[in-house]
């Protein structure tokens, strides 16, 4: 789960400005929305699914398909009207004009980056440490020593982030092949041991209420938990400036995206049960973030490549954690900058140029993320985690397909239209999000703990700025990144970036 443009509170202003260069066709944009979509989701997810419907874990992967792809289609709707690289906020400010409202939108976004990248070291430790038990070169360690290196990975990656590290389409697509190669050697473990004879085929349609929920509830909140490996479709919109011709190519390059994710989720859980008795089942949800592993270990003991695969799901984790810790750095960055947080976090490192208060902030956060949830011993990381990055997007999702009716009604009769969501379906769309969104799925309290503690830092932080600009008389004491995100001139990204 991942944003990766640099540019989301940035639309070229009129005059001298160059404008940035339209390098993603099709088939580029396609690698792009699968790289995005993939990653630590389905790597997250699986165990804790299985733990809670069993054999049938492959319909929430299905359901929550359905949910992201009719939001999706709000999205291109939004996107092939308003070709800019602001996104959620974007959209939310041209349909209501709160500027406090577009505010919890953009910071959402961030706070969904924060987790999903904590969820990203937690689940890469573990591969990272399961590829050496398996290996035999050491033992499992306790869960002190994976927390460990977990937030010293994301010190790594404040250390990288501060460098510089650009994200270049050529290499996206490398990572692309790697995340995708790393889901195929799964699938192709799974469907060995059917072969074999020695799987479970039969278990894909037998559910086991794990939790006692009933049938309706156990696949609700696993569908809400599949959630988070079907996010990262809508960061693409971010990359609309760069795209040639997006009116045209977007609508079909997303919807095809979301589709081959799906088509390999599926085809995952499938090999997840065929491979895994029903008591393994049952003990999946334990694995957490190493339930992929689990897999290929138990059904490949002849082939070495169980001791390859932790390696390269560590490998693609590691570039998901990666993107979404700068995108998270870029849009604190850019809000600094526009006044909408305090303007010290928009400063930028002298040599480097990378926006180093932005990244020591959404880096202290993930820290105390990370110390937060693995500070009870009860507690279940990689799931708690990935449910508030799931959380946090669909209440984004709920107000962009809100959005999405909203702005319809506005549309200039004169203005061509490129793609319309069918009929009412953004209102169902709205209605689903938030359905999966609330506590009768049976997300746990923490989860919703930890995303309000988050978007009350920025609302507290949003509010001294707003003092500040006030006193100083800057546009009238409203936050001038918010104004400006709807109309088309705005701050520049660092430079250098």
């Not at 299985?50 to 996107?79: K, M, N, R």
């Not at 927390?147 to 290499?171: C, D, P, Q, W, Y």
């Not at 339930?291 to 138990?298: D, P, Q």
């Not at 928009?346 to 140029?353: A, E, V, Y």
Request: hydrophobic share 50%.
């Amino acid at each position: 789960m991942s944003t990766t443009s640099d540019q989301v509170f940035d639309v070229t202003p009129e005059g001298d400005e160059p404008t940035l260069k339209r390098v993603l066709g099709p088939k580029l944009l396609l690698l792009f929305i699968v790289g995005d979509i993939l990653g630590a989701g389905v790597y997250a997810v699986t165990g804790t699914m299985a733990g809670t419907v069993g054999g049938i874990v492959w319909l929430p992967f299905l359901l929550a398909f359905i949910v992201a792809t009719l939001t999706a289609f709000s999205y291109l709707e939004l996107v092939t009207q308003y070709p800019q690289a602001a996104g959620a906020a974007l959209y939310t400010h041209k349909a209501f004009g709160i500027h406090f409202v577009t505010f919890l939108v953009a910071f959402a976004v961030v706070c969904s980056g924060i987790t999903s990248a904590s969820t990203s070291a937690n689940v890469l430790a573990q591969n990272f440490f399961g590829g050496l038990a398996i290996n035999g070169w050491m033992e499992m360690p306790p869960r002190e020593v994976v927390t460990a290196v977990a937030l010293g990975f994301m010190l790594l990656l404040a250390a990288i982030n501060l460098r510089g590290v650009g994200e270049s389409v050529k290499f996206n697509v490398v990572l692309t092949l790697v995340e995708v190669t790393a889901l195929c050697i799964v699938i192709g473990v799974g469907f060995y041991v059917m072969a074999q004879g020695t799987g479970n085929p039969g278990e894909i349609t037998v559910f086991t209420d794990h939790q006692d929920k009933g049938l309706f509830l156990a696949v609700t909140a696993a569908t809400s938990i599949a959630f988070f490996a079907m996010v990262g479709f809508e960061d693409s919109v971010n990359m609309v400036e760069e795209t040639q011709n997006p009116e045209k190519i977007f609508p079909r390059t997303m919807l095809t995206g979301l589709g081959v994710a799906v088509i390999l989720y599926m085809l995952v859980a499938v090999s997840v049960v065929s491979v895994l008795t029903p008591t393994e089942l049952a003990g999946i949800r334990e694995a957490e973030g190493a339930a992929l592993l689990e897999v290929v270990h138990k059904g490949s003991p002849d082939f070495p490549i169980d001791k390859i695969f932790p390696f390269l799901a560590v490998f693609a984790v590691a570039n998901t954690a990666l993107i979404n810790m700068l995108m998270a750095s870029r849009l604190i960055y850019g809000m600094a900058r526009q006044d909408v947080l305090p303007r010290p976090l928009g400063k930028i490192l002298p040599g480097r140029r990378s926006p180093w208060a932005g990244i020591a902030f959404s880096t202290v956060l993930a820290l105390g993320l990370i110390w937060y949830v693995t500070s009870d011993p009860e507690s279940n990381v990689v799931p708690n985690l990935s449910g508030t990055t799931a959380f946090l997007l669909l209440c984004v999702f709920t107000v962009v397909n809100v959005a999405c009716l909203v702005l319809r009604g506005k549309r200039d009769p004169n203005r061509k239209v490129f793609f319309t969501s069918p009929g009412l379906m953004p209102v169902v769309a709205a209605v689903l999000c938030a359905f999966l969104a609330g506590p009768w799925v049976g997300r746990p309290v923490i989860q919703y703990q930890i995303a309000g503690g988050l978007m009350a830092i920025g609302v507290v932080l949003w509010f001294i700025t707003w003092l500040v600009n006030k006193r100083t008389n800057t546009r009238e004491g409203e936050p001038v990144g918010i104004q400006n995100i709807g109309k088309d001139e705005q701050v520049p990204p660092p430079p250098g970036h």
